[in-house]
């Protein structure tokens, strides 16, 4: 038998007072997979993400994780399972140095003082994997470029090996060369066996990364993809509601996947 998606979906929702922002979502992740998450503006992904991540809990339906069921209702929650996530905002402290933001709130402490040349260390360690283009570790995070902000939030995820990293559009603000580094940084974790979802507005990186999209459209699921035989136009008009599609369970359960 094939193992459990490391996390499951089933009939979740979350509405904010009358709005129901999402309605009976389904989505399963495995492990060494990368699911896109798609949809138009207000689609409902970011709510997803908060949801999985216990920022906003849901307000029905069942989660699981490798096949047992859990509760997710607060960022603690998702963090003992070993759920990451990077939001859109990045939630960075500018102020603050590299080193200061990754052990914000898990800082090290060595006879009760901070100790600041192991933060250093394991920093420099965990950003040298990553990219090529490590920042000043003592320059603060508003001077950065945003791929190298990018690149620290991730680092920061990345901290408490996580086995699942959400990422709410890495690449929105990035140029080129920046995206593909966080392109290839998502595909090295995936070799690693990390689960990641993947919300992205950029076609071109979801064909060349991920293996499975979800597209929500307002709120609801409306077609899961296997991104290597689907083509961009089935996914696209799957976006825009061209295709109105909302499948009970996840068409890849259906098909035999
Ligand atoms: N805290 C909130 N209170 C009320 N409504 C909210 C709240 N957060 C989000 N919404 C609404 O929920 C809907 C989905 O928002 P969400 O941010 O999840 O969309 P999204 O798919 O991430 O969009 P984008 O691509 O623009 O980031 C929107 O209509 C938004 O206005
Ligand atoms: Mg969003």
Known sequence: MSAPPLLALHGVCKRYGAVEVLVDIELEIHAGQVVALLGDNGAGKSTLIKVISGVTPADKGVIEWEGRTVHIRRPNDARDLGIATVFQDLALCGNLDVVGNLFLGREIRRFGFLDEMEMERRTLRLLQQLTRGVPELRAPVVSLSSGQRQTVAIARSLLGDPRLLLLDEPT??????????????????????????????????????????????????????????????????????????????????????
């Open 172 to 257: 929105a603000a990035l140029g080129l060369q920046q995206t593909t580094e966080v392109m290839d940084l998502v595909d090295q974790l995936r070799d690693r066996g990390l689960g990641v979802l993947l919300i992205s507005h950029n076609m071109g990186d979801v064909k060349a990364l991920a293996d499975r999209a979800a597209v929500l459209r307002l709120g609801r699921n409306n077609g899961f993809f296997d991104v290597n035989t689907a083509s961009q136009e089935q996914i696209i008009s799957s976006i825009t509601g061209a295709t109105e599609n909302t499948p009970r369970r996840p068409a890849h359960q259906e098909a035999g996947w």
